[in-house]
């Protein structure tokens, strides 16, 4: 989590520490951060879609942690990193390619060896309506 959102839930949960400057607060989670030694931080490089730098991301690691009902609340309370997730990787987005003037037109794969396939089920359907033909009753039939 960046710093910032920690600062943001600890002043909404507890509104009279909004009386004093937000800075404050996050220098002061700064501090807390660096010195206690079972808080990782992820260093990330890059910016953030609106251009801004990207905040380094901080995460409770309990094996480091030397008071044990701490350890034992937290480690049920939040998930721990995952290793995979201690390294930052930057995602890039590229913009698809633009489709031509003729957007709904397909164009389907020549057929090769489909071609005896398609005869037998044209016989098939051939020889159904021949049966069919001959199974009308002239009496019945219409001019």
């Not at 507890?14 to 009386?19: E, L």
């Not at 989670?29 to 730098?53: M, N, Y």
């Not at 094996?63 to 480690?75: C, G, S």
Request: glycine residues 4%; aromatic residues 10%; charged residues 30%.
């Amino acid at each position: 989590m960046p710093i910032s959102d920690i600062c943001s839930r600890i002043l909404k949960a507890n509104p009279a520490y909004a009386k004093q400057p937000r800075a404050l607060w996050i220098e002061r989670i700064h501090t807390v951060l660096k010195e206690k030694p079972f808080f990782g931080e992820i260093q990330r490089k890059g910016k953030t879609a609106d251009g801004s730098p990207t905040e380094n991301l901080y995460y409770y690691n309990s094996e480091l942690d030397p008071v044990e009902w701490r350890r034992a609340t937290y480690t049920q309370v939040g998930r721990s990193a995952r290793k995979c997730t201690l390294k930052d990787k930057q995602y890039f987005w590229k913009i698809p390619p633009k489709l031509g003037r003729h957007r709904s037109s397909y164009i389907p794969a020549p057929a090769t060896s489909n071609d005896s396939k398609r005869q037998r089920v044209d016989q098939q359907q051939q020889q159904h309506q021949q049966h069919q033909d001959e199974n009308v009753d002239p009496k019945k039939t219409r001019y």
